[in-house]
């Protein structure tokens, strides 16, 4: 691997070589770009290739297509100056994104193992009765979804739904809708989920912003959701589903079994992840789930805003240190290590288990993320990012609103919210250079193409089958509740973004 030289480079020439042999200038780069995006949809869409592939592989042909040359694009066998557009796309973007996801992502399967969820939705239950259950379920989705990934959560919190629709006798959706509105939000908009770190990554915000523009944003989106939530429940009756609740009783059977007989009860998610592993046989403490939660959050928060508002200084300088993501991070997983796990009788060998279990099935979203470099670097170095920016600054159209429709057609077109949140930011980021645009600023265009991400799910989706299935929704009403639920969501938090960035 070379490493880019410190000093800055002069601008390339422009390239006149590939497509722009027939077409050249501004009208050949535009038509690169066209048809890069379409190639993109093509091969996700319809040939079902695996979207780091396809990333890769676009980006390649558009580097091509728009004259680079192959030691432009690779670089050279030999060592040289020469710098490879996809290594240098690919490692800026994953030195900062991929050290969040994977620390964020053992945090998370601490506190599922752990069984803080269910914790702090039985806390949640209590205090706001049973007729405010689907507030509760809401509130929980919204909460526990911070440290953990959509599905994650899904699989985890959806026997709690069963169990509050099944005694209310009323429609799943009235409680599993709220859920999954706290859990889509979170993962839209908040780190350390991949979208809004990876995008983070590209503008070059600090997390801290993108926490604050986050909450801003996506407090007033998901109360959108909530709303809707509550009509769609009352006018769709939909049936827990009597598999996954037979499964579920048979779960707590086993478990009763094993006490009877002496034995280590565990949850099946625990099961094969090392001995000592006892989440239920000693509950975390709920005040002990929200510090775990909380702590790098503020800790990132307290780090952004010192250094607008204390003058330089030891003391910044110990707040920036512990805010920075990666010592946060870190500093709450070995708290959660410590709290959830060690004092509650786990063993080392189960921390390690669960830890590194974890983290098999981000490998996907990082090699994602990081394709996403790749394609932003190409279209930059190539000449079709700048070619893309004076045509959209002739549109007239608002770079946040350009931002959150790109997204939005990208996310309807191919189903996955993270290569629409990376495609977008590839093509979003050259629009702004130069123009001198605050971090807050920033944070909002992040949060725009966030919001674009989540419009529509449908059959295209795995997110949507995965709601279809869980909870035993026929593809029909899937479209009318929760299609629609997330494209509340995400207007609603584009609507709050536009608003704001008005004013910052």
Not at 40 to 63: D, M, T
Not at 220 to 246: C, N, S, T
Request: with cysteine; charged share 10%.
């Amino acid at each position: 691997m070379f490493l880019a030289a410190t000093t800055p480079t002069p601008p390339p020439p422009p390239h006149t070589g590939g497509l722009l042999a027939l077409i050249p200038g501004t009208a050949g780069l535009l038509t690169v770009a066209a048809l890069g995006i379409a190639l993109l949809l093509f091969l996700i869409i319809k040939v079902r290739l695996q979207p780091f592939v396809a990333l890769l592989g676009v980006s390649i042909a558009v580097g091509l297509a728009a004259g680079l040359s192959v030691t432009e694009l690779f670089g050279t066998v030999q060592k040289s100056d020469a710098v490879s557009m996809i290594e240098t796309g690919m490692g800026g973007i994953l030195g900062h994104v991929a050290i969040i996801i994977g620390l964020g992502t053992m945090l998370g399967a601490i506190l599922e193992v752990s069984g803080g969820a269910e914790v702090l939705s039985a806390h949640l239950l209590r205090v706001f009765g049973e007729k405010r259950a689907p507030l509760a379920m809401g509130l929980t989705g919204l909460i526990f979804g911070i440290p953990v990934f959509f599905d994650v959560g899904i699989f985890v919190l959806a026997p709690i739904v069963y169990a509050a629709a099944k005694r209310s006798s009323k429609s799943i959706l009235l409680y599993c809708m709220p859920l999954l509105a706290g859990l889509s939000m979170t993962h839209a908009f908040l780190p350390p989920h991949p979208g809004p770190v990876a995008a983070a990554g590209l503008f070059k915000v600090d997390l801290g912003w993108i926490i604050l523009m986050g909450i801003v944003c996506g407090i007033p989106a998901v109360l959108a959701a909530w709303g809707y939530a509550a009509w769609i429940g009352k006018r769709l009756f939909v049936a827990v589903p009597q598999d996954m609740v037979e499964a579920a009783e048979e779960a707590k059977a086993a478990v009763t079994a094993e006490k009877a007989d002496g034995g280590t009860p565990c949850s099946n998610e625990a099961e094969s992840l090392g001995d000592g592993v006892e989440p239920h046989e000693r509950p975390v403490s709920l005040g002990t789930v929200l510090t775990i939660i909380g702590t790098p959050l503020i800790l990132i928060l307290l780090a952004t805003f010192s250094s607008i508002a204390l003058a330089p200084s030891t003391g910044r300088s110990v707040i920036e240190f512990f805010g920075h993501p990666f010592v946060a991070l870190t500093f709450a997983l070995l708290l959660s290590y410590h709290l959830l796990g060690i004092r509650r009788g786990w063993s080392r060998k189960s921390l390690e288990t669960v830890s590194t279990a974890s983290l098999k099935p981000v490998g996907n979203i990082i090699l994602v993320v990081g394709a996403g470099g790749i394609f932003g670097a190409v279209l930059k170095g190539s000449g079709v990012a700048t070619a893309l920016s004076d045509t959209f600054h002739n549109v007239g159209l608002p770079v946040i609103v350009l931002a959150y429709l790109l997204s939005l057609v990208l996310r309807v077109a191919q189903g996955s919210a993270t290569v629409a949140i990376v495609t977008t930011a590839g093509i979003v980021v050259p629009l702004i250079e130069g123009q001198g645009m605050s971090q807050a600023h920033l944070a909002l265009i992040i949060m725009a193409i966030s919001a674009g991400s989540i419009f529509a799910s449908h059959v295209n989706d795995g997110g949507f089958w995965m709601v279809s299935k869980y909870f035993g929704i026929s593809e029909r009403d899937t479209l009318k509740s929760w299609t629609v639920l997330e494209s509340v969501l995400s207007v609603a938090g584009f609507a709050v973004a536009a608003l704001v960035s008005l004013v910052v």
